[in-house]
């Protein structure tokens, strides 16, 4: 069955930078769209990126500060993240869609001084 197990979560100070891992398994991760949500205290479920073959889509919210890749001899997708504000604040999971189908455990992410 499909699995994904997000990582690389933590506390960082405004305008710093984390790096998030999703391991996938159970499916065909390399023609997969796959995508990350995120879930901030007491808001609903929100889009934030994703990636096909050759496409990537960004919420205007993260474009210029947030990057999709992929490494599909891993199995692995990643979300490099810059200039992080408290905004940003949330648990991120990695999903199937843009909807969070099939999505992880999650990450905390924490912006703070």
């Known amino acids: 069955q499909v699995q994904l197990v997000e990582s690389g979560g933590g506390l960082v100070q405004p305008g710093g930078s984390l790096r998030l891992s999703c391991a996938a398994s159970?499916?065909?991760?390399?023609?997969?769209?796959m995508c990350w949500v995120r879930q901030a205290p007491g808001k609903a479920l929100e889009w934030v990126s994703c990636?096909?073959?050759?496409?990537?889509t960004y919420a205007d919210s993260v474009k210029g500060r947030f990057t999709i890749s992929r490494d599909n001899a891993k199995n692995t997708l990643h979300l490099q993240m810059n200039s992080l504000a408290s905004d940003d604040t949330a648990v991120y999971y990695c999903?199937?869609?843009?909807?969070?189908?099939?999505r992880g455990q999650g990450t905390q992410v924490t912006v703070s001084s």
């Open positions: 990636i096909t073959a050759v496409i990537r």
């Open positions: 159970g499916f065909t991760f390399g023609s997969s769209k």
């Open positions: 999903a199937k869609d843009e909807r969070g189908t099939s």
